[in-house]
């Protein structure tokens, strides 16, 4: 009887631990892992956080996917506004798009579906920026995912050679 009331104390330090302070939970969830203390391991909440890891992951992707489409759609629609700055950020979401798929190969089975979203989030962003309204923008994602993650792709005008260097 006395083993079951330290295994209850143990869970409710750990549920509690897991609620009060992160940090210390994931700690000291290793530290059990490692020494393979697999009876006091927060086994649900364990679960719960790496189906989060994967979650993010997809959210990640549709963050940085929405944030490269709504610079193609300022480039292309705000001609007159093109900057470096708008190229770096391309530049920089294409890079930081491949390292995430090189990562996570099996998140290019969800580009499909994470560019629907991202073109909607994209366009939203786009209109809030150039301050166009929404009708503005095509109702459907334009560009091909070939076209989105091609380093030299920039719909309407090419870049200047001046801004690209």
Same mark, same amino acid.
């Given at each position: 009887m006395e083993t079951k009331k330290i295994g209850q104390i143990e869970e409710y330090f750990c549920k /509690? !631990?897991?609620e +009060? =302070? $992160?940090y210390a939970w994931t700690q000291k969830q290793a530290q059990l892992l490692r020494h393979g203390e697999w009876s006091q391991i927060d086994l649900v909440n364990i679960i719960e956080e790496i189906e989060s890891l994967g979650k993010q992951q997809r959210a990640e992707l549709k963050n940085r996917l929405s944030i490269l489409i709504e610079h193609l759609l300022k480039w292309e629609y705000q001609v007159s506004k093109r900057s470096r700055s708008w190229l770096n950020t391309m530049? &920089? %979401?294409r890079i930081d798009l491949g390292e995430l798929l090189?990562? +996570?190969p099996s998140l290019k089975f969800y580009l499909e579906e994470a !560019? %629907? &979203?991202a073109y909607t989030k994209g366009v939203a962003l786009a209109s809030g920026e150039t +301050? !166009?309204?929404l009708q503005t923008f095509p109702q459907n994602c334009p560009y091909t995912l070939t076209e989105i993650f091609r =380093? /030299? $792709?920039y719909p309407g005008q090419p870049a200047p =050679? =001046?801004?690209m260097k």
């Open positions: /509690s !631990l897991y +009060n =302070d $992160f530049r &920089i %979401q090189k990562e +996570n !560019l %629907q &979203i +301050n !166009l309204p =380093d /030299s $792709f =050679d =001046d801004m």
